[in-house]
């Protein structure tokens, strides 16, 4: 017997003392009998409570078994050593007693339990299926840890490992002697695979820093467990640079790449094997990163790119290396972008470009250092699409712009598709609530003067916000972000004469209406039409013909694919409307096409007449140009300058024509004219007109790197660590710098960490290791002492589950001696009695508890019978 906690008896004593009292004091005449039963069983009762409060508990010796078969679940694990796992249990648990209990759990990267502990003989029929994310990976710590936590209480412990032995935490060791401090035993089953031709990549070996146009060599590991014959490729960027028909002998085998160079300051290479003879492709390619401190290098893209050579050809003959793209060159990768030290952006809608893509290029200035420059255009700035975007968040402009007297008054109505189809959800979003997005941003964009009319339509039209100027923006715009999907499709000629109606006899000198409809689900396309067919009246074709002659011209914004059933019938109607036709399939796009679609109509943004640039500020950027002698450019996109930004060039009426700022570690700029000859005609034929683009990409680009700074890459377990040196010029250490750290991973993502100081210019930041597929970018950042932030980069090597495809059966050995268990037992030894008994402590709190309520009703009861007085013969 013993006592958990023992302190309680101290009560014992004032109990007694209260129980005395109360019984001596009681009002109540009780007979001597009475009195002594009343006592005896009052004490008795606080006796067991005092005792299960106390924690009396029972020993005794017991020899129950609580097995945990853990069953190796990775993708190293064939369907045959799946199947001999399987058999093992089966045949294990029928040699258990009958107080064993039996538990299986499933384990991979992720551990789960796939049968509890309990005494049953039972097995399901099959075992769950471990999702293919978490197959990649055979964590034997996290399986031996969690089966510690949950060995059934009261037994003696025993855990089975029926696995490859291939682990990929490094730690297993540890977990196996935390397992047998705990008491438990650890036996390992090997589980073998069938013999099979495996070839994989090894380690590649490259300098992760090059000088510019340095040579250096690629060397690459060709694992192989049979000989063969193989293609051994060498990508860089993506591009297949090289590539040599190899036969592979068993082992390692060796093959160089010599005298490669990096084009720009960053590349990406990879090496892929392709055998006659092999089992697995997951371990067929590898990747390394490479960084150049290379010429600086420009990247311009333009909607035609054709028309950018002019810039780019006078910034080449000022020894600028410039690299020209169209529309599907939009960079989408990081790695991309850090090829270059700044992007030019000339004329390139918003609507070439997604969310992410945008999020890209602002994360590249902000956390890199590149410089970016956007260069204006019919398809630029507000009138294409960048209003309230990340672009915009960078520039050192507004899309928005000072109302102007000159412009034409608008009209403009909104008319949005509410039908069941507009609940559909978009990243957190649905269709609608995008759809409201964009239409509020259109009443943003107009100008006090004008006047604006929403209704939401699906077999009805509902009116949201009358016709007419809007006073109160803040509100309409709350009331517009309210609109949600109902059901049905858009009735498009109930919603066309609706609008009809409401703008015959606007006010305005421009009317325009935006139809927002499903494209596969544009219903009533005829007056009256029914789901039958049956029509009695116009179509919607001709109506908006109609509101043509009446000066309304109509543009329509549909949300599907090219291939949808409605997609012919919307085109032409914004065609017959004198309108144009937006089609995407993705509703993040929505909120960019009405701001688009809004700016054009209004005609404010984009203003077509002769001026002469300004000079307003001082900057290298403008140094040696004759400003008196500049000719005439022919427009610019109207914008507003931000608080902190510099403007360096002005339109004749102070509009910013460029202007820069510092964004985060990196430069941006904004021309708010063209580079082309729609604007600046004039401009390619003066004699300054090489010299001040190359003045504002040399202003805005990188420097160079700083050879005074240099980081290593180190692996360790699930960390990265970047170790850094810092030297003066003259080789002493620099200490006591701020350095900054971020990891940027592929999808756009960043965590940063400030480097600590571990010895004189020494620093360190540690990284979790990055899991996403792709290059992860680092970046250090130390203000005044690095002019642009040092980079490299790192790319996740495939899962280290696929680099063994044997049994490591000396692993699984060592770890059976740390456990006190066995290698490779037989099934029946699986339940063999334990050498010693376990003791196996007995609660007896819970009778003790259950006695006590037993012996209240009593004590009750013996209280209020009524006694007999004792008569003495």
């Known amino acids: 017997m013993q006592l958990a906690h023992p302190a309680f008896l101290l009560l014992g004593l004032p109990i007694a003392f209260f129980v005395g009292l109360a019984l001596r004091r009681s009002l109540v005449g009780m007979e001597s009998p009475q009195r002594r039963a009343t006592l005896a069983v009052r004490t008795l009762l606080f006796l067991c409570l005092l005792l299960a409060l106390a924690g009396l508990r029972w020993r005794r010796d017991s020899d129950a078994l609580g097995v945990l078969f853990l069953v190796d679940a990775s993708a190293s694990i064939s369907p045959e050593a799946a199947a001999q796992a399987r058999h093992f249990v089966e045949q294990s648990v029928k040699s258990r007693g009958g107080s064993d209990a039996v538990g299986i759990l499933g384990f991979a990267a992720r551990t789960r339990v796939w049968q509890p502990s309990s005494e049953s003989s039972s097995l399901p029929a099959t075992w ?27 037994s003696f412990k025993r855990a089975v490992l029926l696995t490859d032995g291939n682990d990929t935490s490094g730690r297993a060791e540890e977990a196996a002697a935390r397992l047998a401090a705990g008491d438990a035993e650890l036996y390992t089953v090997p589980l073998r695979n069938p013999d099979r031709p495996e070839v994989f990549v090894g380690l590649l070996q490259a300098p992760r820093n090059v000088k510019n146009g340095q040579p250096f060599d690629l060397r690459a590991n060709i694992e192989s467990n049979t000989a063969t014959r193989s293609r051994v490729n060498l990508y860089q960027d993506n591009l297949l640079v090289g590539g040599r028909d190899v036969a592979l002998q068993p082992g390692r085998n060796e093959i160089v790449f010599a005298n490669l160079t990096v084009g720009g300051g960053f590349s990406t290479l990879e090496v892929e094997v392709v055998a006659d003879q092999d089992t697995l492709l997951e371990n067929n390619r590898a990747q390394v990163s490479v960084t150049s401190g290379g010429e600086p290098r420009v990247l311009l893209v333009d909607g035609d790119e054709t028309r950018a050579l002019p810039l780019a050809n006078a910034l080449r003959a000022g020894k600028i290396a ?106 957190g979003q649905t269709k609608i609530s995008l759809a409201d997005q ?40 709350q009331k517009i972000l309210g609109i949600t999907a109902s059901g049905g499709g858009i009735y498009i000629y109930t919603a066309l004469a609706d609008a009809f109606q409401r703008m015959r006899d606007a006010n305005a000198k421009i009317k325009h209406v935006i139809l927002f409809s499903d494209a596969a689900d544009a219903e009533e396309k005829f007056a009256g039409e029914m789901a039958d067919g049956a029509q009695s009246g116009g179509s919607a074709i001709d109506l908006v013909g109609q509101m043509l002659q009446a000066k309304i011209t109509t543009s329509v914004v549909a949300l ?20 144009r036709f937006y089609l995407t399939n993705d509703a993040l796009n929505l909120p960019q096409i009405f701001t688009t679609e809004t700016m054009k109509v209004a005609q404010s943004s984009l203003v077509e007449e002769p001026f002469l640039a300004k000079p307003v500020g001082r900057s290298p950027i403008l140094a040696g140009l004759n400003w008196t002698q500049v000719p005439l450019l ?5 914008t507003k300058l931000k608080p902190t930004a510099d403007l360096l060039l002005a339109t004749e009426i102070g509009e910013p024509l460029l202007a820069t700022w510092r964004y985060g570690l990196g430069q941006s700029a904004a021309f708010t004219s063209d580079a082309k000859s729609r604007w600046a005609g004039g401009w390619m034929g003066w004699a300054g007109f090489g010299k001040f ?31 850094m040196e810092a030297a003066r010029p003259d080789g002493s250490f620099r200490n006591d710098l701020v350095i900054a750290a971020t990891a940027t991973a592929p999808d756009g993502t960043s965590i940063s960490r400030p480097a600590k100081a571990v010895a004189p210019g020494r620093y360190v930041a540690e990284f979790p290791t990055p899991t996403a597929d792709g290059t992860t970018l680092f970046a250090m950042s130390a203000p005044g002492f690095l002019e642009r932030p040092y980079v490299l980069g790192y790319t996740k090597p495939f899962a280290r589950e696929f680099l063994k495809t044997s049994t490591d059966e000396e692993a699984l050995r060592s770890l059976a001696r740390i456990g006190h ?53």
């Not at 929403?454 to 309409?476: M, Q």
């Not at 599907?560 to 309108?579: H, P, Q, T």
């Not at 609660?843 to 009593?858: I, M, N, R, T, V």
């Open 128 to 154: 769950p299926e471990t999702p293919d994310a978490d197959r990649h990976a055979t964590d034997f710590t996290r399986a031996l840890d969690f089966a510690s936590a949950v060995f059934p209480a009261q």
């Open 322 to 427: 410039v690299e020209t793209r169209g529309i599907s060159g939009l960079p989408r990768a990081l790695e991309d972008l850090q090829r270059f030290d700044l992007f030019l952006l000339s004329d390139v809608s918003a609507l070439n470009l997604n969310r992410e893509q945008m999020e890209l290029y602002r994360a590249w200035v902000q956390d890199f250092g590149g410089g970016f420059v956007m260069i204006g255009g019919d398809n630029s700035f507000g009138v294409g699409g960048y209003y309230r975007t990340p672009v915009e968040q960078m520039l050192p402009v507004r899309m928005e712009h000072d109302d102007r007297q000159d412009t034409p008054t608008v009209a403009l109505l909104v008319t949005l598709d509410r039908s069941g189809s507009m609940s559909a959800p978009v990243q």
């Open 438 to 477: 964009g239409a509020a941003l259109a009443l943003g964009v107009l100008q006090p003067k004008d006047q604006f009319c929403l209704t939401a339509v699906d077999t009805k039209v509902n009116l949201i916000v009358p016709l007419g100027r809007v006073t109160s923006r803040t509100a309409v715009e």
């Open 560 to 579: 599907g694919f090219e291939r949808d059933k409605d997609v012919n019938f919307l085109r032409l109607l914004a065609e017959r409307g004198n309108g």
């Open 634 to 638: 022919l427009g610019y996109n109207s």
């Open 693 to 723: 683009w190359t003045q504002l990409v040399r202003g805005l680009m990188r420097p160079g790197d700083a050879s005074n700074f240099q980081v290593h890459l180190g692996e360790g377990d699930g960390t990265v660590t970047l170790e």
């Open 821 to 873: 268990g066995k290698f490779d037992p037989k099934p029946e030894e699986i339940f063999a009695r334990p050498a010693a008994k376990t003791s196996q402590w007995i609660d007896l709190s819970g009778p003790l508890l259950a006695a006590a309520l037993l012996l209240l009703p009593l004590d009750i009861y013996l209280r209020r019978r009524e006694w007999k007085p004792t008569t003495t013969g």
